[in-house]
Nanobody, 124 residues
Framework: QLVDGGGGKVQPGGSLRLSCEASGFTLRYYAIAWFRQSPGKEREGVSC????????TYADSAKGRFTISRDNAKNMVYLQMNSLNSEDTDTYYC???????????????????WGQGTQVTVSS
């Protein structure tokens, strides 16, 4: 089970750090991605990180503003989000790819474990 958190309400230009931890398995053996979705919208891949952490990918909307990282010793993955704007308002989900590859993608169908989602609201 993945547990994602760290969401909340923030003003435009603000920052949040989302966290993803695993319960019942070791996160270090999984590539991890963050996705976001709102009702009526398609699920969007935001960022992902490979098992070793050496490979990361970002959606164009996240480049330069978001940073994904992992701390395998703590069994955690983080998404630091800066310069947030109203278009970032969404429910964010972390997801794990169980195939053990040291790469990652933003294709949602490659991920088998999902968190419950954490709400991010950017509003003044």
């Amino acid at each position: 089970q993945l547990v994602d958190g760290g969401g909340g309400k923030v003003q435009p230009g603000g920052s949040l750090r989302l966290s993803c931890e695993a319960s019942g398995f070791t996160l270090r053996y999984y590539a991890i991605a963050w996705f976001r979705q709102s009702p009526g919208k398609e699920r969007e891949g935001v960022s992902c990180i490979s098992i070793s952490g050496r490979s990361t990918t970002y959606a164009d909307s996240a480049k330069g503003r978001f940073t994904i990282s992992r701390d395998n010793a703590k069994n955690m993955v983080y998404l630091q989000m800066n310069s947030l704007n109203s278009e970032d308002t969404d429910t964010y989900y972390c997801a794990a790819d169980s195939r053990g590859r040291d790469t990652c993608s933003l294709d949602w169908y490659e991920y088998t474990e999902w968190g419950q989602g954490t709400q991010v609201t950017v509003s003044s």
